[in-house]
């Protein structure tokens, strides 16, 4: 999700000591100098519900705060803690303070515990229960017998609007509320808090900030105001427990309702009811014969997959948006049907068969009138911010992922259901084999932008995801006596793959060239290439001919976008790649995992040591996924090329599914050997 061009250079960047929030000064010239801060978030971990989606840094710092989507609204700019002690404050997110963030025995509940150089200590418990949007923060806090104040601190932008909103304290309810249209918010305690502020961020007349009153330990205790408002509540430093409550709600009427019903039900209830949920949901998968090493990763990706999911819509998005202004790349917090079908798939296939279904009934309503789906779109189904709007900007691939599922779905069931379903769906999958056919007369198919939204072509991967679409809608169509359509999908799915290998093999190099652009050859090495053979099957594995460019080709990505970081080893992008300093992804380095691993299946049958040195050759690629991920095992876009550590996005679902793939494959080989 890069930008498709290269833009001014006008930025300085500096790393905060903070580690996963990088600030940007912008410098603007106008009568005027002015100088904007924008600051991208990373988070360490999520917790959430299908009402609310909330993403955290190491240290309990909210950074994400999404309801009632996992794509609108954004709710807040910052939510910290602090302690003020002999006139200076020390937030929690500082410097100064250690911490240890995980969560309890895959339970979706998220402890943060903090020592600062003081001796003060304070430990988090997070939870969003499985039937309310709210966030449960309780806190224990150890003073080292200090005096001072603790205090809890928001700066929310309600409807992702700074302006406009308005902010007041009703004392009688012990409850901090600001709200903008049809976005609420409410903060209470137990204890009740006993020093307030509805306050001004950014205001001109700068104590009026609630924050400036954190740091100055000055809370105004004024009750009411509106425009770019910000809140905090303090509490006595000798106060040893605190729960926190964060409550959405579409109306005033709805959050009193909630907060009444929230705060009549114990704490402990709440942690219960979530950890049995998360107990219960995760049971439900299908059992796995993985390492240990990889199981508790395995179980974090579920769970991202399920936060990231919307299950009323069946949509999913891409990774909680951190990226707001678009300064950086083209922001991710939408639905791609490429990513999406990787999803549902994994999920699927991992016991979850609810989410495929519910993503093909999003799929047929949000087709587009020439058959074909949009770049990305809204949860909802509405069109998101592209630049994805032209024919020859496009990305055909996605169009044709999403027939690939749907034709590869309909061929799995039983013969009634697959009636029913064809009869619900056939339009849909042949309005869009017909856009395939559309956009492929010449073989290879027309210009359009490549996976990456980086570059303009005609592309190996592309061509093999069409070509795995009208294959499978042949089968489908064959299966259900449409024999027209069979023979002519089927013969334009063998043009395609005989004109992208006759015209874009490399012999010289062993491998695909990444695309023809401007009707040359561009001989760059992508690892999106292996597309061919997994998931595509364009090459097929049992043809002498083509399993030998099959490991051709994994062998000139392995030699060509090797990355080696802390003696493991990952796989970039494509050759000279310079997006976030062109470090190797964790979605190419599953993509070469999960080819290694078809290619021992397929040899432990016919040469077991030929079939064990491929399965041993992802045990390297493995480490560096797994070693990659932040500390709460989420795992990320990228991988810092000189540390090792997680870059980018974080976490991404297509990283996530693409591991659950992989896990499931690996533990099927593993199974099958101990069985023979």
């Known amino acids: 999700m890069e930008l498709l061009w290269n833009k001014p250079e006008r930025t300085r960047w500096t790393q905060s000591c903070e580690g996963k929030v990088i ?111 709210v966030l449960i923060r309780h806190l224990k806090i150890n003073n080292n017998e200090l005096e001072g104040t603790f205090y809890t601190y928001f700066d929310f932008d309600m409807g992702e609007r700074k302006e406009k909103n308005s902010g007041f304290y009703d004392e009688r309810e012990g409850m901090l509320s600001q709200y903008w249209r049809n976005h609420y918010v409410g903060i209470t305690t137990t204890p009740a808090f006993n020093d307030w502020q509805v306050g001004k961020a950014l205001g001109a007349a700068w104590w009026t900030s609630a924050r400036w009153g954190v740091e100055h330990g000055q809370l105004q205790k004024n009750k009411e105001d509106i425009g770019n408002v910000n809140i905090a509540a303090g509490f006595p430093l000798t106060t040893k427990e605190i729960t926190q409550y964060v409550i959405f709600a579409k109306n005033r009427e709805e959050l009193y309702d909630l907060k009444e019903q929230i705060k009549s039900i114990p704490f402990a209830s709440f942690i219960t009811k979530t950890h049995e949920g998360w107990k219960t949901w995760l049971a439900r998968g299908k059992e796995i014969n993985a390492p240990s090493r990889l199981k508790s990763y395995y179980y974090r990706s579920l769970q991202v997959l399920h936060l990231l999911s919307d299950e009323k819509l069946g949509s999913v998005v891409a990774a909680p948006e951190f990226d707001h202004e678009y300064e950086e790349c083209g922001g991710y917090g939408f639905c791609w049907n490429r990513d999406a079908v990787e999803v549902m798939q994994s999920l699927h296939n991992a016991g979850y068969t609810e989410y495929l279904p519910r993503f093909i009934r999003w799929c047929k309503h949000t087709q587009l009138k020439d058959g074909s789906w949009f770049q990305r779109y809204w949860l909802n189904g509405s069109l998101a911010p592209s630049w994805g709007n032209l024919d020859y900007s496009t990305q055909i691939d996605e169009t044709a992922s999403t027939i690939y599922m749907m034709a590869k779905y309909g061929q799995s069931l039983l013969e009634d259901e697959r009636q029913q379903y064809l009869d619900y769906y056939w339009q849909t999958i042949d309005r869009g084999s017909k856009y395939l056919m559309k956009r492929t007369r010449e073989g290879l198919h027309d210009p359009c932008t490549d996976l990456w939204e980086t570059y303009h072509g005609s592309f190996t991967y592309t061509s093999a995801a069409i070509y795995a679409a009208l294959s499978e809608v042949a089968k489908l169509a064959r299966a259900q006596s449409k024999s027209a359509c069979a023979i002519e999908y089927e013969a334009r799915a063998k043009w395609i793959k005989q004109k992208t290998i006759k015209m874009l093999w490399m012999p010289e190099t062993e491998c695909f060239a990444k695309a023809i652009i401007n009707n040359e050859i561009y001989p760059v090495i992508d690892a999106s290439v292996i597309g061919t053979f997994m998931p595509f099957n364009m090459l097929d594995i049992t043809n002498n001919d083509e399993r030998e460019k099959i490991i051709q080709m994994l062998n000139t990505i392995e030699k060509r976008l090797n990355c080696m970081v802390n003696g493991k080893k990952g796989i970039k992008r494509y050759e000279n790649d310079k997006y976030r300093g062109g470090n190797p992804w964790t979605v190419t380095t599953l993509w070469l995992i999960n080819a290694q691993l078809r290619i021992a299946e397929y040899y432990l049958q016919k040469d077991k040591k030929i079939g064990e040195r491929w399965l041993n050759n992802t045990r390297p690629y493995f480490d560096m996924v797994i070693n990659s991920t932040t500390n709460t095992k989420l795992l990320p876009e990228q991988i810092n090329k000189h540390t090792g550590n997680p870059a980018w996005v974080i976490p991404l679902a297509w990283s996530s599914a693409l591991f659950i793939e992989a896990v499931q494959k690996l533990s099927k080989i593993l199974q099958n050997r101990r069985i023979v």
Do not use: C
């Open 23 to 133: 600030k940007k000064q912008i410098q603007f010239s106008t009568t005027r100098r002015k100088e904007k801060t924008l600051v991208i978030k990373q988070p360490n971990s999520i917790i959430g519900n299908q009402q609310l989606l909330v993403t955290l840094g190491m240290k309990g710092e909210i950074f994400g705060m999404y309801y009632p989507g996992r794509d609108y609204a954004q709710q807040v700019t910052e939510a910290l803690f602090g302690v003020n002690t002999n006139g200076s404050i020390h937030w929690l997110n500082s410097i100064d303070w250690q911490s240890k963030q995980y969560y309890p025995d895959n339970s979706g509940i998220l402890k943060t515990e903090l020592k600062h150089s003081s001796g003060i200590g304070v430990s988090i418990t997070d939870v969003v229960p499985p039937d309310y949007p």
